[in-house]
């Protein structure tokens, strides 16, 4: 099913005359091709495994609503919000097996969660605490990456573990999150080229949200599609709306399938949109219109997928009831964990710089000591 | 693979030759060393570095990459973090600059990000400096920019020994090495060298000779005219005042870290100091040791602390470059005007 949607996708794209993959329609009905009702994937029936996804995605959505939250009180740093964007961040998360490396940017908020990155950690890296990138993560494998800020640098990277792989002859995959300005820097055009020239099993995801800060996605590229920036590197490259988690979902297991069995690299375009602020640091009505906003609204994942498995009979609005009760405490309890984390000492920050300690530096850890009990003897 | 010294015969080689070696030698003892790089296959390097090993380790383990610096570095973290130790080679310095995003925001902070859960022990390798009439942007001599950061290390060899116990060293290090090659003595002369896998210390620099009247510090490919002044005087029995003087002449070799508590002794010894850099003067290494004399050896000092430098300027093409570089009659100069500045 995939496969012919890829190709077709791929002689389309030049001229932006198809459409992205999609399988649920903005109201949640199963979406026709012509006149034909498509017949959605196997994993659609799996009743346990379509709630799993829904309930990751409401918990995305509760976390990223607790950390504005919390920022705005003070108790957590500047922190990017997902809000619209989880469709794309549980895939992502669901669709990677354990030993496969996620490579994300910063907006993998349910990805992290799916992994089994604890919710306090995450509030531990926003709250400003280096601990919040030192934890394995429970499902995911001890090579996964922690937060990329620096943009589109993650995708070489990727690159390189995904080379490291190869050269190892193991059989996991490399996915790689990144923005739709990001699609505009070196490193992910280089990171493509080489991951098309080595034929590496990577799989890009660029999450188009139509916004990098402030610059809208006609500013950031001339090119119809930024998915074809993956054909110009020999990677085959497919749109993906991204707010249709069946659509993700699907695009992402073959994508990273197609990797782990050394078939090359593949590069997704989810097409999405940032509904919140670039982050809490931003004022996104500063450049863009609410009417824009409240449209996208309208094609926002979680209704979505509620409307979908509502349809199916495999919800109600008791079990929405718990389910939101449920994300709640969860989130009450991790903040409170994270509220017991101390602060680490002073000379913490001369711990990880280098294994084996350059002595010249000891007079430095010694000043750092002396500093902070002259600036916080009480 | 076990080694002993003795059984090992010395081989005179190349300054090149001696870091081809310790590529082979490193790649023989550990699996997981990998090399990439523009042109290092089948051509071996531009410089023939890496003649040879693509041959003998295979197209999987020696690595021609496209003609793109971001991702040899990008990669190299990537391949680093993922239980490789790459060695990646930028083909001159004037184009590691294109690295720099991946070395300082990412392989100088990997360990302390993830608080030692992640490591990037990768070696990124380049020549550098001046002095084999290269065209634009092929003779620059940048290293104090990667000492500036905070995770690296920066190392420059200045013999074939010290290139093949450098590198040996480099690459097993747990963490990231910036190793600059000094390209005007990679075939300035063959020097004894044993292929016995052995490393020499990083953060350590070698006294390369004694003395008591006045610490020399150089690195890279000026330690050859260094030595050749420090020679002359230790070996003079002119009598004029200025020449009756010995000069104890260290190589600093590791430039970040800096071993402060071997100047230190030295200085503490001496009473002088003079330091001789190819690179600009400003900011550069040599106003780093300066500094640290004036902070911490002032009342040991003898003379003010002396630079010998390249000038602030951008390095000229080769017509007016020995201009620029430092000469023996140079160091003669300023080791006379340490000397005749006693207080």
């Known amino acids: ?378 | 693979m076990t080694f002993n010294s003795q059984e090992m015969e010395s081989k005179d080689i190349t300054l090149v030759e001696a870091v081809n070696l310790a590529l082979h030698r490193a790649r023989s003892l550990d699996e997981t060393v990998v090399l990439l790089g523009e042109d290092i296959g089948k051509n071996g390097g531009v410089f023939r570095a890496t003649d040879g090993l693509q041959e003998q380790f295979g197209l999987s383990r020696v690595m021609d990459t496209p003609l793109a610096e971001t991702s040899i570095a990008g990669a190299a973290v990537g391949m680093a973090v993922a239980g490789l130790k790459p060695v990646a080679e930028i083909q001159f310095m004037g184009f590691i600059y294109a690295t720099f995003e991946h070395i300082i925001c990412h392989a100088a902070r990997m360990r302390n990000r993830t608080r030692g859960r992640l490591t990037c022990p990768l070696v990124l390798r380049a020549p550098f400096g001046g002095g084999i009439h290269a065209p634009e942007h092929h003779s620059e001599s940048t290293e104090a920019l990667f000492a500036h950061i905070p995770g690296l290390r920066v190392v420059i060899p200045s013999s074939p020994a010290r290139a093949y116990g450098l590198l040996l060293a480099a690459i097993n290090n747990p963490d990231p090495v910036i190793f600059l090659e000094p390209k005007r003595l990679y075939r300035a002369e063959k020097l004894p060298v044993i292929d016995n896998g052995e490393s020499l210390p990083l953060d350590k620099c070698f006294t390369l000779r004694e003395g008591s009247d006045l610490t020399l510090i150089s690195w890279g490919a000026c330690i050859q005219e260094c030595l050749a002044v420090v020679d002359r005087f230790n070996s003079s029995s002119d009598s004029s005042s200025a020449s009756i003087i010995s000069i104890e002449l260290i190589d600093l070799a590791t430039v970040k870290p800096i071993d402060f508590a071997s100047l230190d002794a030295s200085i503490k010894k001496t009473g002088r100091c003079l330091i001789v850099h190819e690179a600009a003067k400003t900011c550069g290494i040599g106003a780093e040791i300066a500094a640290h004399v004036a902070e911490h050896l002032m009342p040991y000092c003898k003379a003010p602390v002396k630079r010998l430098t390249g000038f602030d300027t951008v390095m000229p093409y080769f017509k007016n470059e020995q201009h620029y570089l430092i000469s023996e009659l140079d160091i003669e100069a300023a080791i006379t005007e340490v000397i005749n500045n006693s207080f």
């Open chain 1, 1 to 378: 099913m995939l496969h012919n949607l890829l190709v077709n996708q791929l002689s389309n794209q030049l001229n932006n005359t198809s459409a992205p993959l999609q399988y649920l329609t903005l109201e949640g009905e199963v979406a026709c091709i012509g006149n034909a009702v498509q017949e959605l994937p196997e994993f659609c029936r799996d009743k346990e495994f379509m709630l799993q996804a829904y309930r990751w995605m409401n918990l995305t959505r509760a976390f990223d609503q607790k950390a504005v939250a919390l920022q705005r009180t003070g108790i957590i740093g500047t922190y990017p919000s997902s809000l619209g964007q989880e469709a794309i961040s549980v895939a992502c998360g669901m669709a990677l097996e354990k030993e496969d490396v996620f490579v994300p940017y910063y907006r993998d908020h349910g990805s992290y969660l799916v992994r089994g990155h604890l919710i306090e950690h995450l509030l531990l890296y926003w709250g400003g605490d280096e601990r919040g990138s030192a934890y394995k993560p429970i499902n995911g494998s001890e090579f996964d990456m922690p937060i990329c800020v620096p943009i589109a640098t993650q995708a070489s990277h990727a690159v390189g573990i995904a080379s490291a792989f190869k050269i190892q002859q193991k059989k996991q995959a490399v996915l790689c999150t990144l923005g739709d300005g990001a699609s505009s820097k070196g490193d992910f055009l280089e990171a493509l080229n080489l991951a098309g020239s080595w034929h590496l099993p990577v799989v890009f995801v660029i999450n188009n949200n139509q916004w990098a800060i402030s610059v809208p996605r006609h500013i950031q590229s001339g090119a119809p599609t930024l998915a074809q920036k993956g054909t110009a590197a020999g990677i085959p490259s497919i749109q993906v709306d991204g707010n249709d988690f069946i659509a993700m979902y699907e695009a992402l297991s073959e994508a990273l399938d197609r990797a782990r069995k050394r078939k090359g690299p593949m590069l997704i375009e989810a097409i999405s949109y940032r509904l919140s602020d670039h982050t809490t640091a931003d004022d996104a009505s500063r450049y863009r219109g609410q009417e824009e906003v409240d449209d996208a609204w309208g094609k926002e994942p979680i209704k979505r997928l509620r409307n979908y498995i509502h349809q199916q009979g495999m919800w109600d609005e008791k079990a929405e009831a718990c389910l939101q009760d449920d994300c709640q405490t969860q989130l009450v309890k991790a903040v409170e964990a994270y509220q017991a984390f101390e602060a680490e000492q002073p000379e913490a920050m001369f711990d990880y710089l280098y294994e084996s300690w350059p002595e010249s530096m000891d007079d430095q850890v010694a000043a750092c000591s002396e500093k902070y009990s002259r600036n916080h003897s009480c």
